[in-house]
């Protein structure tokens, strides 16, 4: 079983590093059915979005292999996600080609293009293209249910970066150079 999902995370991942796998299972019989998986892992890249570590906890479910069409399906679970993304993550992630759109966007809220983000001081600092960090405006992160928001700390106007009905956003923290963010959601691949 343990083989099996690190295969299917090494094929949903463009990147993965997996660091511990636990398999809990309350009547210690495996048929497909898991009562808990906990997954650790760094490194991450999955759909172009670049994670320095994870910590997954899933809840029933349900795996089901095809082998003749070499196809897996996960049936409806419950999971709960803790993830870490470094600046440099972020950086990595808002610069991919795939990521144009969320650029082009944060470029038109903050009025100005940019280069890199910096984090200092529970805030987000945009790095002009000409190398200098406009420190007078500071921008932080908000959620609320389902959604992740930069917000402009002077003026509170808002850009919603992250709306998904089918992600609950638990909570958000900004450190320095990096943020945490725990989700927790129901998945279903097939």
Not at 19 to 38: A, F
Not at 50 to 72: E, G, M, P
Not at 111 to 136: A, T, V
Request: charged share 25%; glycine share 2%.
């Amino acid at each position: 079983m343990r083989l099996g999902i690190v295969t299917i995370l090494k094929i949903i991942c463009e990147k993965i590093t997996i660091k511990n796998i636990e398999i809990v299972n309350k009547n210690n019989k495996l048929k497909g059915v898991i009562d808990e998986l906990y997954i650790k892992a760094e490194s991450i890249i999955f759909n172009k979005i670049y994670i320095s570590n994870i910590n997954i906890k899933l809840s029933n479910l349900v795996l089901k292999f095809a082998l003749n069409n070499k196809k897996f399906f996960i049936n409806n679970c419950s999971t709960l996600l803790h993830m870490r993304l470094s600046k440099d993550n972020i950086n990595e992630t808002i610069f991919n080609k795939n990521w144009n759109r969320l650029k082009t966007s944060i470029e038109s809220y903050i009025l100005m293009s940019f280069q890199s983000i910096e984090i200092h001081n529970n805030s987000i600092y945009f790095i002009s293209s000409d190398k200098l960090p406009n420190k007078d405006i500071k921008y932080t992160l908000k959620y609320d249910e389902n959604s992740i928001s930069l917000v402009n700390n002077i003026n509170q106007r808002r850009l919603t970066l992250i709306n998904d009905k089918n992600i609950s956003v638990n909570n958000l923290f900004l450190y320095e150079n990096y943020i945490e963010v725990e989700l927790s959601s129901k998945i279903k691949f097939n």
